[in-house]
Nanobody, 119 residues
């Protein structure tokens, strides 16, 4: 399973950005799909995730500002980030949990994409 992320970049405080991630490869189902981030000197943390059933989960720090959406048919997630703050600066990683054809459950990570919030 490969995760291809896009989006990110430099934005001023208060601005908006959109991240997208698409999963491809051989699998039966992507159960969970989401975004994590890692700021310099900090541990990787969950930003937002969405299950195949439509449930979503957000870090407290992004609630009300970020919105995750998922297209199960296209195995794609999008993260709309609004009212960005300097503390949102981090490398953002796409994450997926897949049920493979073998029925094994595996986790996958995409390459990180840098989001920098600075004036």
């Amino acid at each position: 399973v490969q995760l291809q992320a896009s989006g990110g970049g430099l934005v001023q405080p208060g601005g908006s950005l959109r991240l997208s991630c698409v999963a491809s490869g051989s699998f039966t189902l992507i159960t969970d799909m989401g975004w994590y981030r890692q700021a310099p000197g900090k541990q990787r943390e969950l930003v937002a995730s969405a299950t195949s059933g439509g449930s979503t989960n957000y870090a407290d720090s992004v609630k009300g500002r970020f919105t995750i959406s998922r297209d199960n048919a296209k195995n794609t997630i999008n993260l709309e980030m609004k009212t960005l703050r300097p503390e949102d600066t981090a490398v953002y990683y796409c994450h997926a949990v897949a049920i493979l054809v073998s029925l094994h459950r595996e986790e996958y990570w995409g390459r990180g994409t840098l989001v920098t919030v600075s004036s």
